[in-house]
């Protein structure tokens, strides 16, 4: 069955088509992230723009690029929400057009079950469940306990800000450009990671949430105390800072792991999954499971490949969903 998915939540237009939840035919992706670098965020309105101005030759792109036409395509998927609003609203008019002018169905995807479905496109193997996923991105800090595709409990989310706000705000503290995850893992790689001692957020408390506020705070206190020299000292505070982040998210897997012995695995997804210091961090931290990270970085990333996969997998588990918060049942129709 091949999907085209769309996905426009926020800054990055993507149209990818992909054959039984696991095979990427494309995934054509516009970029407007150096627009963006020096506003230390995405502007909703110019994002939106941008979408309108992208949507079209992304769609065209991606159907050379698989070399198929609306014939060959048995459904789209669409990510509905959650997401900055005119953004969405391109996408989603873009997706209903087409399936109603092809006649083909349209299955409107949650933005989150899209990154937890991102851990299924070309793996070499196929993942197991029960398994724990921890979605981490610019808008959400989640673990989850799943039974299967769309069949799963929150057993773990963010009080505060989520763990790629946090890289992002970091970063504008310390001068780098956005996205603040890219530009402080690189600016981390000449840092001493031990320089400065950020606190753990909720550390002394057995839970599987996360808090990133106190963190933030400490790391504004400190490039405030250091001012004069913040230049010289921002590789150590990207180290530094980076190192709570991902040790806070790594203490948090390992009390899920202790509280759900049947687990099989542990997969690793959302943009903030493409930091190498995490990635290297959790596989240690999950022995002896397995940890299963996207297949390629830009599937870490917003995509519409991950778009097509979860609205697959929507399809082949009937829409069912065992929790409120997953909100895969809504089909998008007219
Ligand atoms: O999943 P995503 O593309 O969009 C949302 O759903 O929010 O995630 C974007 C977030 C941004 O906050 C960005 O700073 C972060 O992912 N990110 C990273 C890295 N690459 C992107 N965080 C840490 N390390 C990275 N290498
Ligand atoms: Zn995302």
């Not at 054959?19 to 970029?31: E, F, K, P, T, Y």
């Not at 496109?121 to 469940?129: C, G, M, N, V």
Request: charged letters at 15%.
């Amino acid at each position: 069955m091949n999907v085209l998915g769309v996905e426009t939540s926020c800054d990055e237009t993507s149209i990818a088509i992909v054959q039984d939840g696991a095979r990427v035919l494309c995934n054509s992706i516009a970029s407007t992230q150096d627009v963006f670098a020096d506003s230390g965020g995405v502007v909703p309105e110019d994002a939106a723009r941008r979408q309108v101005e992208f949507i079209l030759p992304v769609l065209h792109s991606a159907l050379a690029e698989a070399q198929l036409s609306f014939d060959n395509i048995d459904a789209i998927g669409v990510t509905k929400g959650p997401g900055l609003m005119g953004s969405l609203l391109v996408g989603t008019m873009a997706a209903r057009t087409l399936s109603y002018v092809h006649n083909i169905p349209l299955i409107g995807v949650h933005h989150t079950l899209g990154h937890l479905s991102s851990i299924w496109l070309e793996q070499t193997d196929t993942p197991l469940f029960p398994c724990l996923t921890l979605s981490v991105s610019g808008g959400h800090s989640d673990i989850w306990l799943r039974q299967s595709h769309t069949n799963g409990i929150l057993i773990g989310s963010t009080r505060d800000d989520a763990a790629g706000e946090a890289f992002d705000k970091g970063a504008a503290m310390l001068g780098l450009p956005y996205p603040g995850g890219p530009s402080i893992a690189q600016s981390a790689e000449s840092g001493d990671l031990s320089a400065f001692n950020f606190p753990i957020g909720l550390s002394q408390e057995k839970t599987c949430d996360f808090s990133f506020s106190g963190l933030k705070n400490s790391l504004r206190l400190t490039a405030q105390k250091h001012a004069s020299n913040l230049k010289s000292l921002q590789a150590d505070l990207a180290a530094s800072y980076q190192e709570a982040i991902c040790l806070q998210l790594s203490h948090r897997i390992e009390c899920a792991i202790s509280l759900y012995p049947e687990i099989k695995e542990v997969h690793v997804a959302g943009g903030v999954s493409a930091n190498t210091r995490l990635r290297e961090i959790l596989s240690s931290s999950v022995q002896p499971l397995r940890l299963r990270t996207p297949a390629a970085l830009s599937y870490c990333t917003d995509n519409a490949a991950m778009i097509a996969a979860a609205a697959y997998f929507m399809h082949t588990e009937k829409h069912e969903a065992s929790t409120k918060a997953f909100e895969t049942a809504a089909t998008v129709t007219d």
